[in-house]
């Protein structure tokens, strides 16, 4: 137990190191960039304007020291005025984040729900015709571009057929061909994982005690082997989960998905800066945090795990 | 595999295990149908991406208004002069796929490229130095890891403004932490084998055991990894360029074009499904072609 706490502490420092580093990357990239002021004002500002504004901001002080402020601010979650909506970054995100989180549920949930029983029956039925079927399926799967993926079935669900609609959120029927694109990547890949894992563990020693035992085919599969299979699949899962967020940024805007994506997308064309540098950070900070709990989880799954072993 | 310690011996003496574990390896591959499928199908992208002014000299700019939203040739209303259609301003479809073809190529290979060097760098170092500079480095990479990628690109497009230079070196740069890592793990374990303990002993610089004896024996898992990055690396800048931050016009790209014909979704059908398609099909012959190196490379990856 003593070790287990101590690797919890290891992970949750870590963690921490990481969120402070997208923080000073995020804070400093855009200053990088030559005088945040002027890319917030219009171009014909007056000198006066620019001023003010700089002092407003903080502008004129050192950097670091203007890092500490947006550090120290940012701890209390604010993150200044959206330049473009006059209302503060952090609102906006907030009102938004259940949207992209819905979404990025769903896709994953569809993913798991088709790929984890595709792998299993691939794996089962190595070299059969499902087999490769399926997993010619799951390369077109990863070969395809989710957002086209989108517009196709706008094109073929919305236009031709005018079974669901186009954009928008609100009901069930929204929901499904956004997350359908969103996670059809996840799902082939998933697929191929499953399929994977499946045949190793079936080849192990256990399991041929298993049968050996006379114990029946499906309770050695779904009890014995896949219990075992399940967990690099949960801490893939945990981490996809993160670029399922990141895959929001395009897909909302191909559906018009009243999301985080959508919005920051939006605040980049508009130069909003504030309202990108809260999302970047937001986001990241979720990312960090469900790979934590991955971590943990795996812990909790896994005992045999060696916590110190360098990855 | 075994690398020879080359004091002593001619060149050719020493390249020769080399080059015997080369065309074993070429065979292994060839061996392979879904690499020896996607080789093909990739080469035939290539060279077509390459020669087809020769074959199809069309201008991709040129607008001819009164042929707005022509089909392809061979649906009702198409012409046998736009054989895949035109587009909203009457620009011919399918040379402007084409030309679409050389910036995702470019921009794909030339962001693996700019990746793989950074990480290779990075990952030997790391792996082979280790102590604070491997911690650093490691520590560098979880960050990069945890940034969202997509927010990371489209940001610093954003500020830095979309040339085709910029999206090769930002794609590039965003992504070197996986062969970093990749190649880390790998040196992590040689560093240990006897060769290397060998020609430590017999006084060889580190440099040259990293880059003649560590190298050579982590580029399998590497050409692997460049491969089917390549294919990812591709998704990102049609995504980019569907979102507006591509390679700028007038430039056709796959991304911009999808964008551009979503608008005509209702009219002009093929106008938001070639450029998906053409996209599709060069990812498959690359991700077909990475499965096979895998599987014929390094067995040890298959499960990823």
Redesign the interface.
Same mark, same amino acid.
């Given at each position: 137990m003593n070790i287990m706490l101590q690797f919890l502490f290891k992970r949750l420092w870590?963690t921490v190191?990481?969120?402070i580093?997208?923080s000073m990357?995020?804070f400093f990239?855009?200053h990088?960039?030559g005088d945040p002021v002027m890319?917030m004002l219009p171009g014909d500002a007056s000198t006066q304007e620019i001023d003010t504004l700089r002092e407003q901001l903080g502008f004129n002080q050192p950097l670091h020291r203007q890092y500490l402020r947006f550090a120290g601010q940012a701890l209390r979650g604010k993150f200044g005025n959206s330049l473009y909506y006059k209302v503060p970054a952090m609102e906006l995100i907030l009102e938004r984040l259940p949207a992209s989180l819905e979404l990025a549920m769903a896709a994953m949930l569809i993913a798991l729900l088709v790929a984890v029983p595709i792998g299993i029956v691939s794996a089962v039925r190595r070299g059969s015709f499902v087999d490769m079927g399926s997993m010619l399926g799951a390369?077109?799967g +990863? %070969?395809?571009?989710h957002?086209?993926l989108g517009?196709?079935m706008?094109?073929l669900f919305s236009?031709k057929l005018g079974w669901l609609p186009t954009s928008g959120r609100g009901t069930l029927a929204h929901l499904v061909m956004p997350s359908v694109a969103l996670g059809m990547s996840l799902m082939a890949m998933f697929a191929r994982?499953t399929r994977?894992?499946m045949l190793?563990v079936l080849s192990l020693d256990y399991i041929r005690t298993a049968r050996s035992k006379g114990l029946k085919e499906p309770v050695v599969i779904y009890k014995h082997a896949l219990k075992n299979a399940l967990i690099p699949l949960v801490t893939v899962a945990g981490m996809q989960f993160?670029?399922l967020?990141?895959?929001t940024?395009?897909i909302e805007?191909?559906f018009a998905w009243p999301g985080v994506g959508r919005l920051?997308?939006q605040a980049?064309?508009n130069?909003d800066y504030p309202l990108?540098q809260a999302?970047?950070l937001v +986001? %990241?900070v979720i990312?960090?945090a469900i790979?934590f709990l991955t971590d943990m989880l795996y812990m909790y799954l896994d005992p045999q795990i060696n916590y110190f072993e360098?990855k | 595999m075994n690398i020879p310690n080359t004091a002593g011996t001619s060149l050719l003496e020493a390249i020769e295990p080399r080059l015997r574990f080369m065309a074993e390896t070429l065979r292994e591959v060839a061996r392979r149908p879904s690499a020896l499928v996607g080789g093909m199908m990739i080469t035939v992208i290539l060279l077509v991406s390459l020669a087809f002014p020769l074959i199809y000299p069309v201008d991709p700019l040129e607008q001819e208004l009164m042929a707005r939203l022509t089909p392809p040739a061979w649906q009702d209303g198409g012409s046998a002069d736009h054989l895949l259609g035109t587009d909203n301003l009457g620009r011919d479809v399918l040379s402007r796929l084409l030309y679409g073809s050389r910036v995702s190529l470019l921009v794909g290979f030339a962001a693996v490229l700019v990746a793989a060097i950074a990480g290779i760098f990075l990952g030997l170092f790391s792996g082979y130095y280790g102590g604070k500079l491997d911690s650093l480095i490691m520590r560098v990479a979880d960050i990069f890891m945890a940034y969202p990628f997509m927010l990371l690109t489209i940001s610093v497009i954003a500020v830095l403004g979309s040339s085709i230079f910029n999206l090769i070196l930002v794609l590039g740069l965003s992504d070197w932490v996986t062969y970093a890592r990749t190649i880390r793990g790998s040196v992590l374990s040689l560093k240990e084998k006897e060769f290397v303990e060998a020609s430590r002993a017999i006084g060889t610089s580190h440099r040259v055991i990293i880059f003649r004896h560590i190298l050579p024996n982590v580029i399998s898992p590497l050409l692997v990894l460049g491969t089917l990055r390549v294919a990812n690396i591709i998704i990102w800048e049609s995504g980019l360029s569907f979102l507006g931050m591509g390679v700028p016009p007038p430039m056709p790209t796959w991304g911009r074009m999808l964008a551009e014909g979503r608008l005509y979704i209702t009219d002009a059908w093929w106008l938001v499904t070639l450029p998906g398609l053409a996209i599709m099909l060069t990812i498959l012959s690359i991700n077909l072609l990475g499965d096979g190196l895998r599987d014929a490379l390094d067995p040890r990856l298959r499960n990823i």
């Open positions: 870590h190191f990481v969120i580093g997208i990357i995020s990239f855009i990088l960039s890319l390369l077109f +990863l %070969s395809m571009p957002f086209w517009i196709m706008i094109l236009v994982l994977s894992v190793e993160g670029f967020l990141g895959g940024v395009i805007t191909v920051v997308v980049i064309f130069r990108v999302t970047v +986001l %990241s990312f960090v790979n360098d | -």
